[in-house]
């Protein structure tokens, strides 16, 4: 099945910096990917998506970036700040069947 | 938003005992999924649902089963709990077309075999 991993496991930076997360998966037939945030304790809340007939798309600080050649997404955060501290889930659909399936997610610590 | 509520939140539960966790969404939404959040693993899937009445096996169904009795609510019951239970389980509904393909979350149930 789908496999999707991401990189780098966690990350920690200071506030207003800018910070990229990279997302690959494996299956061709995947053709919607959103991302999920998980703050401390909380439940996990989508905040950006793309699709395969996509290679760009920005909401305000977020920047998903896509590349159908290399099985391969990146999610840009520009002027961090503390309240971005969370877990981030990239996810691959195929669409077909529903199922859904998820990386392993990054840890970002955003310090003021 | 939509909304997806999870009971209990938190549970101990002893090895061998029955553990059922409920779910329940008010969106209409076809689709439901349980998930678990372990350390270092991410979300992987248990069991996931088209509707009432189906019920589907995901990644790592084994050790749990799955309910669907209506449209709004998705259980995942453990029959005979085991330390290595002991997770956070994560309910879901949407990912189709119904909901824009995104899923909504609840809460999250936190479960401790001992």
């Known amino acids: 099945g789908e496999q999707v991993e991401q990189l780098p496991s966690s990350l920690i930076v200071q506030e207003g910096a800018s910070v990229l997360i990279n997302c690959s998966y494996t299956d061709s037939a995947s053709v919607y990917f959103p991302w999920y945030k998980q703050e401390p304790g909380k439940r996990l809340q989508f905040i950006i998506d793309i699709r395969s007939n996509m290679e760009r798309k920005q909401n305000q600080r977020l920047t998903l970036l896509f590349d159908k050649k290399t099985k391969h997404l990146s999610l840009h955060i520009t002027a961090t700040q503390p309240g971005d501290s969370a877990i981030y889930f990239c996810?691959?659909?195929?669409?077909?069947?529903?199922?859904?399936?998820f990386g392993d997610g990054t840890q970002l610590v955003v310090k003021p | 938003e939509a909304a997806v509520t999870q009971s209990p939140r938190n549970k101990v539960a002893v090895t061998g005992g029955k553990v059922t966790l409920s779910c329940n969404q008010t969106n209409n939404h076809n689709n439901m999924y349980w998930y678990r959040q372990d350390t270092g693993h991410g979300l992987r899937l248990i069991h996931y649902?088209?509707?009432?009445?189906?019920?589907e096996k995901g990644d790592i169904p084994d050790g749990y089963k799955a309910s669907r009795p209506s449209q709004e609510n998705f259980s995942l019951i453990l029959e005979l709990a085991t330390p290595s239970q002991t997770s956070v389980y994560f309910c879901a509904s949407g990912g189709d077309r119904n909901s824009g393909n995104t899923l909504y979350f609840g809460e999250g149930s936190r479960l401790i075999v001992v």
């Open positions: 996810s691959a659909s195929i669409m077909d069947n529903n199922r859904i399936f």
């Open positions: 649902s088209y509707g009432a009445g189906s019920t």
